[in-house]
């Protein structure tokens, strides 16, 4: 089909010369597929009295169009107008951009392809040019992992950026440093009372099976080491984590600067599609313009809708805690509750998990109903079926809760980790057009582009993704090369490991098995399981009926294509890491079992699995 490019300017423009140029090589080139249909205008003043004061411009959708002013202004339209003085508003078809977005489509022109050759992505044009005129090429509105990751990928491919944090305290008060929610209140500390939960652990229920002394010589009894009495420390623990997330904060301020990339500590309101209001933390405001913007705001805690939910702490919160929270009530079944759940039981407190419905919603049901089990074995206790109704403060400073089902109990703290919600309610998105999805705050868009063409959003705040640091990142990376650096390679949210901390650990990567059923049919694809005792607990007698579980999930065509792999046991993280690359190539059920393992490892029982659902024998595993 013949693309009719038409090319508005003034004759003193060389950027209006330049293109005009290009294109004309082109029609020369490619006359059967292009042809070029300039307006030329005497000056710079009628151009822009046609362009603006007229209001051309308002005749296209693109938001874009819309706010350009300089020349020259391009478009493709489906008739090319050449016999009249001025162009035809029913012809409009697409609007291209400036002298640089209209350069950027003449290579994809001219770029050689072949049927069925990946040639990338290709994004609606924002309006973004060379001389733009305002304050910075791209303002970063959050300071998260996903938000310094394109700030700084922004500014190393040329870009003038700036990157705006400002923490609104949690209701409880809780503030924190750059960095976002994981290094402050998410994945890192909850890593690290991880660690310490399993470190705990592993005193109590595995430093005697290995003839590991710990405390006095009262510990042994007629020649058996017993199991040592353990104190956690809630303030050294804490302590020291927090010590560790201010050496981050203050090593993200560095390497912001390091970059090149402009920090304000300031909150941003849009006003317009290129201007922001900022205000510092003394609230005085100004203002800022752009010529793109990214939203990488990230989420918060949904707060627990219920009498007296205002006395429930959340994730925001509980790692900051001065006093340990003591007998604890987690609310909500989610990876957030459960991780807290078992970290906090694992350094000794007494726990319990509200569940309204089921465990782990969204993951392989299989391996939630194995972490189900093993965190009950390990002493959290589940409250089934019900959900906080009453919360109301005690003489005593307790918590008393009376749930749906008319119980009754009281706690020194209750967690609410029901869900979270996208942070974007005070960033005026209604005044550049931008939509939202109304159940959670966030912002649909395609290829990380939102409605208003010159802004965009990458991480929790960007509807239908992944809600895992490492994805904002890489969005965030590979976002800035496509605005900044020609390039065209989108992010792939398909293939993307995740684990979940839990006592026992849960690692994944694809499909899970409902998923694969429901996309596929059931007699389109084969699992594959095996359960069995990892060897670091085989000396343990209270690990004894605790057992590790691994599936892999393949559809039935020749090649036997790995759709999902779902591993539950010690180290999963660690585990699942390398076989998310596999994944990414293309891993064939073959693929993986001609891989020779590592022995004695938990991670070779997926090189060795064998034994399929289908065929109704156990999962058991056998020895070497």
């Not at 003085?85 to 002298?99: A, N």
């Not at 440093?177 to 109590?204: M, R, W």
């Not at 990142?473 to 390039?487: K, S």
Request: a negative charge; hydrophobic letters at 35%; glycine letters at 10%.
């Amino acid at each position: 089909m013949r693309k009719i490019v038409h090319v508005a300017g003034y004759s003193a423009c060389g950027f209006y010369s330049r293109i005009v140029n290009v294109l004309q090589s082109l029609t020369v080139l490619f006359p059967t597929r292009i042809k070029l249909v300039p307006h030329d205008f005497p000056d710079r003043t009628a151009y822009r009295t046609w362009l603006t004061e007229s209001g051309f411009r308002d005749n296209f959708q693109e938001a874009a169009a819309k706010q350009h002013s300089s020349s020259p202004f391009c478009w493709l339209a489906k008739g090319d107008s050449s016999g009249d003085s001025t162009p035809k508003v029913e012809d409009i078809d697409e609007f291209l951009g400036g002298h640089d977005d209209t350069i950027k489509w003449c290579q994809s022109f001219m770029a050689p392809c072949d049927d069925g050759a990946d040639e990338g992505i290709t994004m609606q044009p924002d309006g973004h040019t060379a001389d733009h005129g305002y304050d910075y090429d791209l303002i970063v509105i959050g300071g998260g992992s996903g938000g310094m990751a394109a700030s700084k990928e922004a500014a190393a491919l040329g870009a003038k950026v700036a990157c705006l944090d400002f923490v609104k305290p949690s209701p409880k008060g809780t503030t924190w440093g750059l960095g976002g929610t994981c290094v402050n209140v998410g994945c890192i500390p909850k890593k690290l009372f991880h660690a310490g939960s399993l470190l705990n652990d592993s005193f109590k229920q595995d430093a005697a099976a290995f003839g590991i002394q710990v405390g006095s010589e009262d510990n042994v009894q007629d020649g058996m080491i017993q199991e040592p009495v353990t104190k956690v420390h809630w303030s050294a623990l804490r302590e020291n984590i927090q010590n560790y997330i201010r050496s981050l904060n203050f090593k993200y301020r560095v390497r912001l600067r390091e970059k090149e990339v402009t920090y304000l500590n300031k909150l941003g309101t849009f006003v317009d599609p290129h201007t922001i209001e900022v205000v510092d933390k003394k609230g005085r405001s100004s203002t800022l313009t752009s010529s793109r913007f990214l939203i990488a705001t990230g989420g918060r805690p949904t707060p627990l809708e219920c009498e007296g939910g205002d006395l429930a702490i959340s994730s925001d919160d509980v790692f900051a805690l001065e006093q340990s929270p003591g007998k604890t009530l987690c609310v909500g079944a989610s990876y957030i509750s459960l991780e807290c759940a078992g970290f906090l039981a694992g350094i000794g407190l007494d726990v319990e998990v509200a569940v309204r419905s089921i465990l782990l919603r969204g993951f392989d049901r299989e391996c939630a109903d194995k972490i189900d089990s093993y965190m009950q074995d390990h002493g959290v206790k589940f409250r089934r079926q019900v959900t906080p109704s009453k919360l109301e403060k005690t003489d005593s400073n307790q918590i008393k809760v009376t749930f749906s089902d008319g119980s009754e109990d009281t706690y020194d703290t209750v967690l609410s980790a029901i869900g979270r919600y996208a942070d974007t309610a005070k960033l005026g998105l209604d005044k550049i057009g931008v939509e939202v999805n109304p159940k959670n705050k966030r912002i649909p868009g395609k290829y990380e582009q939102t409605t208003c063409t010159n802004v965009y959003a990458v991480g929790d705040v960007l509807d239908d993704t992944p809600e895992l640091t490492p994805v904002a990142i890489q969005a965030g990376v590979l976002l800035a090369g496509r605005l900044f650096g020609n390039e065209k390679e989108a992010m792939d949210y398909r293939n993307v490991c995740t684990t979940v901390f839990t006592p026992i650990e849960y690692s994944c990567v694809g499909y899970s098995e409902d998923e694969a059923i429901s996309k596929f049919g059931e007699s389109a694809i084969e699992v594959y399981h095996r359960e069995f005792l990892p060897l670091e607990w085989s000396l343990s007698l209270s690990r004894g009926h605790s057992f590790a579980f691994t599936k892999v999930i393949t559809d039935k065509t020749p090649q036997q294509n790995v759709l999902g792999m779902h591993y539950v046991g010690p180290n999963a993280g660690e585990v699942m890491q390398g076989y998310g690359v596999s994944m990414r190539q293309g891993l064939t059920f073959k693929g993986l079992t001609d891989t020779v393992g590592i022995h004695p490892t938990s991670a070779e029982e997926l090189v060795t699995i064998s034994v399929t659902k289908s065929s109704g024998e156990a999962a058991d595993a056998g020895g070497c």
